[in-house]
């Protein structure tokens, strides 16, 4: 967090979000949204309300429902963007950009690299991702998929200030890029699913950016590196109280961007404390806390003192029932645990 | 179909005529040549040739300015080539050379330079169907006086791309036109073996979107349709469908012997092709003269690709991110 903030504020993410949104269409006429129920008058802002009001600034040229139809959403922006403009595109829920796989992998991923390097394609695609009391089609954490795309970048920011900055950075980035966000993390009354939190962050009135790339570091500490995101980077600062009161400091780490990962602020802190723990809502087989686990194998093996750890959902897809989905869902105890072992 | 092919020769000046009869000997020309060249050992990849089509690409790529954008399949060459790539560009791609339009990294399946208005090809069926509302968003967006064209196969029309891009384009009233190339089969799979509706235009009614049936055999009957849809794209009427009728004249690619049609049917469509139709209207001594200067220009495009350098293999990681 910045010091010195002259008028900061308390925003939710989906009022920081919203922010970021206006001022790069202020900023920049190529900037344009498109997606489904963003800006039908009367309707719901996109599906969890981030751009309530945009509408009635910016107006429908540059806010464009589109029908139900997630290919030619994501088709769309990378055309757009290859001339040029700078869309915003978005899917209700990130399961839904399975809907549109070619459109992301194929063509925005590709087109610059197949073209030789003459075109660029500087587009994002916001998907929110979570397990919610929804079930498997509408709760999944999606970002490994994409993580494994050479030629797309993947952020997923977990509070108010960096969803604000690193959105900003996303839309002026020149490439594709994948903005994931948590379900449970857009309000301001910290739900009782999301543990409570108070979910608002300081962000400043004056204008910011968060760069892509950079990793933040929560809570320093020196017995071992939990890397999380999302609700799992709640669930491992409130595992880090815990285990502080038994003399275990724990170093929490915001990756922020999943691809490319700062390794440097990753493995620098897995060189200092010896021990690495990886948590991520995404089930465990292939998810991106393989890659990490994987890289401090390769790049931290003399430093490491005790096994890397992954806490993860269970390998099932996400169940409706509240008792199921907890289940399956990696818990704050489970956080714990895991660090025990890698200190053991 | 389209109003007979003869008539509209006649009305074309000589000029035209020989113009785009160049551009179409060009394409049957180079894909002839890369063809030997590929069988020689001096291509490497795999090929989707475009000979039988030519009217296609050269009567929709006459209408449009260098501003225009098409999309494009995994069988390209003729495309590019009606576009504006030149035939050096083209072949040293083809080679996987630097020199290539995409500096070895598209191949084949992938030609394409945005500077004269081409995507690089993109070869998932149907892939283009949606790429191409986003170009003619920005173009409607930015209010330029531009189109955007997809060309696309029989075989895309059955895919989920095609029809969310169409209604897309419809609804937004994009300045965007569909051109179908109906060459029967997919691959192997004859159309109507997986479609109970026998015109592709028949499928553009359920959108709003205006169709026409061409003769896709008759350069200057691709043409005339071009220029009407393209001139309604550029008004704001929104997209227009054009199904070109037509056939490949080669296997779908360099491994197929096409022992799923006949050889009779093949030859109804050989009797039609593009080059007969219009080059009945020019004389033999204009025929001989084109193929002269294509030869030349041929020629002289294998020699530089022969001639341009590969690119370093350090090249590989280059231009993944910009």
Redesign the interface.
Known sequence: MPEAVAAARRLTIGEALREAIAEEMRRDPDV?LLGEDIGVEGGFGGAFGVYLGLVEEFGH??I?D??I?E??I????????????R?VADVQYADFLFECM??LV??AAK????????????MVMRAPVGATTRGAQHGQCPESYFVHV??L?VVAPSDAYHAKGILKSAIRD??PVLVFEHKLLYGSKGREAAGGLDLTAEVPAEEYLVPIGKAVIKRPGADVTLVATHVSLYRSLAAADLLARDGIECEVIDPLTLLPLDGETIFGSVRRTGRLVVVHEDSLTGGWGAEIAARAADECLSYLEGPIKRVASKDAPAPAAPVLEQAVLPQVADIVAAVREAVA | MHADGTKLAEQADGGLRESLYRRMLLIRRFEERVYRLFLEGEIPGTLHQYQGQEAVAVGVCDALTRDD?ITSTHRPHGHALAKGVSARSAMAELYGKRT???????GSM?L????VGM??A?A?VG?G???????????K??RRDQV?VCFFGEGATNE??FH??I??AA??RLPVVLVCENNLYGASTRYSRVALVPDVAERAKAYGVPARIVDGMDVLAVRAAARDAVAAARAGAGPTLLECKTYRFTGHSRSDARGYRTREEEARWAARDPLLVLGASLNEATRGHLEAEVKGELDDAVEFARDSPFPEPGDAT?????
């Open positions: 344009f040229e540059r464009i589109t029908p139809s290919k030619v994501a088709g769309a922006a990378v055309g757009a963007a290859v001339l040029g403009m869309p070619d459109e194929n063509q087109l610059r690299y197949m073209s030789g390097g003459k075109i660029r394609v500087p050479p030629g970048k020149d490439n | 954008w290539g339009c995409c500096g070895g990294k598209g992938h394409g330079d945005p500077d995507l690089p993109i998932i892939g169907n949606t790429v191409v509302t986003g170009l003619g968003l920005a173009m967006l930015r955007a989920g791309a969310e891009g209604n897309f609804v937004e280059a231009s993944v991110y910009a």
